[in-house]
Structure formats: structure tokens, C-alpha cells
């Protein structure tokens, strides 16, 4: 069920575009920011609230890559698969944080702490390798490195 | 201003801290004077100074920014709405620089974006910011509230009746979004699909629209035109094209960077000089010069000047001038594959050579990086460099996912075979 405050969010991103279709990308971000992923029914009811056909939110639903269809962990692992990073070794950063997690990219430990996804260049290779954990940009890493960070991430 | 910060217009401001130039500091040293300078000109003399700049684009295009501001149709030709668009949807691989420019020195961008609207009479200006850039887009947010507060931004610009509007779009993930049209679609809640050309967004954009759309790098660079004449920004250049560049240099090499110098510095300054060569241990093999779309560079072509004819005389592009350096211990193979899955993965999925001839490409990289490539999957990787070319795509996407294919076929030939006739990778 959209919140009255997701409602209030939506609506504040009508007043900036010309068609209700220009708000339908940011009102499922809105939803997905509390309830961390967008589920059909959450497509329905942001199609509904806006006045468009289902279609055409499941056409964008599909798309984007920072739009989450499944339940994620309470953290995203983002980690830079591009090529300065590979360069720099970053495909055995991946091996060593998928034993590590126990998980293969795409999935969620089964404590529901760290989701495992693969990223695009992340404007950062000069330091590489990088990955994001939530928010938060780190880099240089090692396998010992990664080891300290996930230990702050509970 | 020093000398120093003179020859580095767009960073000479930065905080060695890494922290934002904030509005007073930005005002204190020149800020917001190229704004004023441009709010005293007409739209046609504002353009007149960036055409007569030469400042090419940024984002890997390098089309001419004034000429491209000059398409648009005037007001009295084409009434009603039109936008200016700045693109930081930096994610081409191995390109850093436009993250540097919006951390270091945000209200730069805001004035070059306000400068670009004056140019083409736009009111309302979108900033369409990688979603994964959360630190850019947090200062960018806090300078544009300044700016506001200020006067810069809004209805009434510094008291001079014009009306510029400021927003700030996240995208919602994917490459494709960084293509012109692509992101148009994003910005109008659509799929980053791009769109055939002509009509060019210029025309034709945003809900329809006349949209002039620029790199982050592109619109940093209008304050210092307006403020110190194209006169001046010409003479900051070593070739023919205007101004200085962000060029960078990533892979294993002693110190990996960025550094803003005269367009048309040498290859080989850059990347011995400022980068200090290759890490211990290691032999320069080649380099792509501007990112994963850009064909290799090899020793022979060391002393190229960085500038875009110039690199495009050399077999590539300059591309967005931040350069990957492939060294002797890592495998030329590997290095293609981790590349062509990223725009096999990116590809939007809409035109049949993309969509399709992608990840074949990437399938064959990776069967012949596993030791079960066959004899003619060389023959294969091939004819798509032949057929998938930009008058068969919508974009420049799959196109430019070919170009270091192709350089890679002609030049690592020997690794290519070596990988089939063993059955395996020489450098596991």
C-alpha cells in the first residue's frame, strides 16, 4: 500500500514534469526507498496513483537496474566488475566475496544481511578496485580489506 | 589567480582536501563571473563566444558545443518550452573525470548549466546524475541551494528578469541512460530506448521539445569562456581545439590520476610523466585512450598529441580522455571479455545487432578465454566488426563496443590463436 507520505513524494515530483508519466520512474524509487524493493503489487497501485495503465510501469519496472523486483538484504554490495577494475584483479575480489557470503551474484544471504550485485564502472578507477556498500564508496580493495569493511555493515 | 590555477581553469579551484568549494570560496575566486558576463549578452553573442572557443564536447562526442547551441531553433521560429540538459550519467568504463569535477567544485557545473540556458533562452535545466553517484549528487544538491539562496538560480536571476529553473534527476541505473536520447526517454519516465536521428534532440528532444544536452566536463568549461573570452581559452590548447582536458589514466601503472593539461598533450607525458609509467615488474603493452568504446594504442602511437583529430589519425578516438592501460602479465583476451559482457549486459535491448550480436561477441570472448574456442570463433569475432557498424544500429553503443575489438584482432592476434591452439589462457 502506498503511504500518505509516499503519496505527498510522488506528488511533489508531479509539479516538475509536464506529463504524469515523467513522474512514474521517481514514485517507484519512492516506494522502493522504504520498502527497499518495488513488488507487482507496488507496480499497480504507482500505475493507479498516477492514472496509468500497468503496462507502462512494468515496461520500466523491467529496466532500470536500480530498481530492485526482488527483497534485498539490509545491505547492497555493489562491486565494479568494469575494466580498470578487472585490471587491477577485481574478479578475485568476486570469488572471494562469494565464499565468503556463501551467495552467488544476484542473491541474498540467508541471514538477510548483504545482497550481492555486480556494478558498472563506478567513476572511480584511478583508485580500483572499487565496490559500493550501501552508500558508501570504497576502494583500493583487497581480500583482507573487504574482510574489515563487511564486518561494519551488521 | 596564480598562474598555476590560470593553465587548470576547471580544477585550479579544488581543495587539495577533496572537500567541495563551497559558494563563498567559488565567488572568491572569480565565481559566478562568467554568469554575470553572459547575463549582460545576448543569447546569440553568448553563443557567438563559445563558437568562437572551439570547445568540442566531452562526454566522447566531441561535437562542436557551439555549433550544436546554434541548431537550436530562436524563440520566434519555435515557441513554447525548451530545456538544456546536463549529462552526468558518467558511466562509460574506465571514466572518473566528471566525478572529480562535481565533488571538487559543484557550483562550477550550476554555473555552466545557467550559462548554457541563457545561451539557448531554456528556463527550465535538468541535471541527470548517475544514481550510483550519491556523494556528486549530495554536493551538487547543497551548492544548488546555495545558488538559490543566492540569486543565481530561479525566477529572477541576479535581478535580471530571466527565469532559470534547476533540477536534479538521479537516473535509475544503466549505461544506455547516457546516451543522448536514451536519457531523454529516462528523464520522461520511458525506457532509456535511444531514438533514431535525425531529429536531433536540439530540435526535437524532451517531450518534444527543443533540449541542448551536454557532458558535466563541456558545461564546466562556459564559465572561464565568459568570463576570460574564447581568446584566451584558445591559447590555453596545444592543437586546434579549445581549452584544457581532464585526461586520466587507470590500470597498473605507478600512479594512477587525473590531471587537467592542454588539449593536445602528448600520450606519452601523460601517461609517463603524470601516471610515472608502468607499475614495477610490469611492460606497457597498449592503452585505450578514452574509455571502453575507443579502439587500442600502441607504442608506436606514444607520442600522439591527446587531441581529437589527432587521435583519430591514429586508428581511435579520444573518446572521454581518460585512458585504461593494458600491461604484459594480464591477458589481452580477458581484458576484451570484461568489456564486451559490460555492453552486452548494457545494450538496451531494442536494435537487432546490439541486442543480439553482443553477446555472441561475449560468449565467443569467453569460450576462448575458458580453452573451448574453435577454430572459427576468430572468424566469428570478425564479421561482427564488420557488420555491426553505426548506420546498423539507433546508437553508438554496440558500435563503439567494437572498436577495441577490432584493434584487439588486428594487434593480439597471437594471443587470440595461442588461446585456441592450447585449449586454454596462456596468463592462468
Known amino acids: 500500500m502506498l503511504t500518505d507520505h509516499d503519496k505527498q513524494e510522488i506528488q511533489a515530483e508531479l509539479a516538475r514534469t509536464p506529463s504524469r508519466r515523467g513522474a512514474l520512474i521517481e514514485a517507484l524509487r519512492v516506494v522502493q526507498r522504504r520498502a527497499g524493493w518495488v513488488s507487482n503489487a507496488d507496480v499497480v497501485e504507482v500505475a493507479a496513483f498516477l492514472g496509468l495503465p500497468v503496462s507502462q510501469a512494468e515496461d520500466v ?21 568494469s575494466v580498470s577494475c578487472w585490471v587491477n584483479r577485481a574478479d578475485a575480489l568476486l570469488t572471494h566475496l562469494r565464499s565468503r557470503l556463501g551467495i552467488r551474484l544476484g542473491q541474498t544471504t540467508a541471514d538477510g544481511r548483504f545482497t550481492l550485485l555486480p556494478a558498472a564502472c563506478l567513476g572511480a578507477c584511478d583508485r580500483g578496485p572499487v565496490m559500493k556498500v550501501d552508500e558508501d564508496l570504497h576502494t583500493h580493495l583487497t581480500a583482507e580489506k573487504i574482510d574489515r569493511i563487511l564486518e561494519s555493515y551488521p | 589567480m596564480t598562474p598555476a590555477a590560470l593553465e587548470k581553469p576547471l580544477t585550479g579551484r579544488m581543495r587539495a582536501d577533496g572537500s567541495p568549494v563551497l559558494l563563498r570560496a567559488y565567488e572568491a575566486a572569480g ?56 549529462n552526468a550519467d558518467e558511466m562509460e568504463p574506465g571514466t572518473m573525470k566528471d566525478r572529480w ?28 546524475i548517475r544514481g550510483e553517484y550519491g556523494e556528486p549528487m549530495a554536493r551538487l544538491q547543497q551548492a544548488l541551494g546555495e545558488a538559490a539562496a543566492a540569486g543565481y538560480v530561479g525566477a529572477n536571476v541576479l535581478g535580471s528578469g530571466r527565469r532559470v529553473e534547476v533540477y536534479v534527476h538521479p537516473s535509475a541505473g544503466r549505461y544506455i541512460c547516457g546516451e543522448e536520447t536514451g536519457l531523454l526517454g529516462a528523464l520522461e519516465g520511458r525506457r532509456a530506448v ?14 518534444g521539445r527543443p533540449t541542448l544536452i551536454d557532458n558535466v566536463e563541456t558545461l564546466c568549461n562556459l564559465p572561464h569562456i565568459l568570463a576570460r573570452g574564447a581568446a584566451w581559452y584558445l591559447g590555453l590548447s596545444l592543437g586546434p581545439d579549445g581549452g584544457t582536458k581532464l585526461f586520466g589514466v587507470s590500470g597498473r601503472v605507478k600512479r594512477p590520476g587525473l590531471w587537467e593539461l592542454p588539449m593536445g598533450t602528448p600520450l606519452r607525458e601523460i601517461l ?5 609509467g608502468m607499475a614495477d615488474g610490469l611492460n606497457f603493452r597498449a592503452l585505450l585512450p578514452g574509455g571502453a568504446s575507443t579502439n587500442f594504442l600502441l607504442d608506436a602511437h606514444l607520442d600522439v598529441a591527446m587531441d581529437f583529430a589527432s587521435v583519430e589519425k591514429a586508428g581511435s578516438r579520444l573518446g572521454t580522455g581518460t ?53 572459427g ?37 597471437d594471443d587470440f590463436e595461442r588461446h585456441v591452439r592450447e585449449k586454454r589462457c596462456p596468463w592462468k
Open chain 2, 101 to 128: 569535477l562535481m565533488e571538487g567544485d559543484p557550483h562550477q557545473l550550476i554555473e555552466g548549466l545557467l550559462i548554457a540556458a541563457l545561451a539557448v533562452e531554456a528556463q527550465t535545466a535538468f541535471l541527470f
Open chain 2, 323 to 375: 585512458m585504461i592501460v593494458l600491461d604484459d602479465r594480464t591477458c589481452p583476451v580477458g581484458m576484451l571479455l570484461s568489456m564486451e559482457r559490460f555492453f552486452a549486459r548494457e545494450s538496451c535491448g531494442w536494435c537487432t545487432p546490439c541486442r543480439e550480436g553482443l553477446p555472441w561477441v561475449a560468449n565467443t570472448l569467453e569460450a576462448i578465454e575458458d580453452g573451448r574456442g574453435e577454430e
Open chain 2, 31 to 86: 565565481g559566478y563571473q562568467g554568469l554575470r558576463k553572459a547575463l549582460g549578452l545576448s543569447p546569440k553573442d553568448i553563443q557567438g563566444e563559445i563558437h568562437r572557443a572551439k570547445l568540442r564536447g566531452r562526454g566522447g562526442g566531441g561535437f562542436d558545443t557551439g555549433v550544436k547551441m546554434g541548431l537550436m531553433p530562436p524563440p520566434a521560429d519555435l515557441p513554447g518550452e525548451r530545456y538544456v540538459v546536463a
Open chain 2, 272 to 276: 609517463f610523466d603524470h601516471a610515472g
Open chain 1, 61 to 81: 519496472a523491467t529496466f532500470y537496474s536500480m530498481i530492485f523486483r526482488q527483497e534485498v538484504g539490509r545491505h547492497v554490495i555493489l562491486l565494479c566488475d
Open chain 2, 194 to 207: 535511444p531514438r533514431a536521428k535525425p531529429p536531433f534532440p536540439v530540435v526535437s528532444g524532451l517531450w
Open chain 2, 377 to 413: 570463433d576468430l572468424q566469428v569475432l570478425a564479421d561482427h566488426v564488420r557488420l555491426i557498424k553505426m548506420s546498423a544500429t539507433f546508437c553508438a553503443l554496440a558500435p563503439g563496443a567494437m572498436e577495441p575489438l577490432r584493434g584487439a584482432m588486428q594487434y593480439f592476434r
